[in-house]
């Protein structure tokens, strides 16, 4: 008795700590073909090549059937204990953020200086999208509807649940019927797909990438040597003996520039703190500092980290 009490306690110091992790963030998006479909996209000019871009803003405020869709899966995700952050909200805090920022001004009239990678970071809400398509089937009196739901890592643009079908007919042609007739089945399966992505990562660590650059007049490359050791080779060597297992891929290497996939980091750290990938990578700047190379973070959400060399 005494052992199985002393198991059951260690079980329970177990999910309290998973409990107080940083959990990934989920956020329902209609999917750039429904987008398409439907009118709501942006054009832009990036470097002379005209892109599109879905127009979120637009297909809330258009789209009545959207906005229900959304809800109606957010609720049915939360019915299953995943609570999901709404994008209508997470726009309305962008676009008062923005707003406050315009009239702000210092004692000397100065504007609040706004980088482009300030403005990049306010794009990124969620650190995995869950995107969804659907479309309404008319066969005579009878609706159906056909859809796909998708979880994506938004950091990894790794797919790590999915589900499609379409309902059985019915003469309900009311979009909140259709979507839980059609979805509820599927459900289960897509769920538990996410949950033992939690599991992976609380097994395993959890996945982030990690970009190292230079500023082009840092006195130092990914080259220079340190007592005989390539910097490249350093940094390598520190993300080999900071991650879980020592799982991590190099997947680029160069004189200027390397890039990190499937990077393991813990979820906590040696005094049981939640670790993200700003924090783990706090370890590689504090080393980079002992060799008197200055290095600036730079970070996307929870699991994207970019250091640049050489500087602030």
């Not at 920022?101 to 869950?130: F, H, N, Q």
């Not at 059985?168 to 797909?193: R, W």
Request: hydrophobic share 40%; glycine share 6%; charged share 25%.
């Amino acid at each position: 008795m005494k052992r199985f009490s002393i198991i059951l306690f260690g079980l329970g110091l177990s999910l309290m700590a998973f409990s107080q992790a940083k959990k990934p963030t989920l956020m329902v998006v209609p999917s750039d073909l429904y987008c398409n479909q439907h009118g709501y996209m942006l054009s832009f000019n990036n470097q002379g090549t005209t892109e599109m871009v879905p127009d979120y803003k637009k297909a809330l405020q258009n789209d009545p059937q959207l906005l229900t869709g959304i809800t109606v899966i957010g609720q049915m995700m939360a019915d299953r204990g995943f609570p999901l952050k709404l994008m209508e909200q997470e726009l309305k805090s962008l676009n008062q953020e923005s707003a406050e920022d315009a009239l702000l001004t210092s004692k000397s009239g100065a504007d609040v200086a706004e980088s482009p990678v300030d403005r990049l970071k306010k794009t990124s809400k969620s650190d995995i999208i869950l995107q969804v398509t659907w479309l309404v089937n008319r066969t005579g009196p009878k609706y159906s509807l056909t859809f796909n739901l998708q979880g994506i890592d938004a950091y990894t643009n790794k797919q790590i649940a999915a589900c499609q079908g379409t309902g059985d007919p019915t003469f309900s042609a009311e979009l909140p019927v259709l979507i839980e007739e059609s979805i509820a089945n599927h459900l289960e399966t897509f769920t538990t797909q996410l949950q033992n992505h939690f599991d992976d990562m609380f097994e395993n660590g959890r996945e982030i990438t990690l970009r190292v650059k230079k500023w082009d007049d840092s006195e130092y490359d990914l080259e220079s040597e340190f007592n005989g050791t390539e910097l490249s080779d350093i940094i390598e060597d520190w993300v080999s003996a900071n991650t879980v297992k020592g799982r991590f891929n190099t997947t680029d290497a160069t004189e200027n520039f390397m890039y990190f996939e499937q990077v393991r980091i813990p979820l906590f750290d040696e005094n049981q703190r939640a670790m993200d990938a700003r924090r783990w990578t706090r370890g590689l700047i504090n080393k980079l500092k002992t060799l008197g190379v200055p290095a600036k973070l730079m970070m996307k959400g929870l699991g994207q980290a970019t250091i640049v060399i050489g500087g602030k």
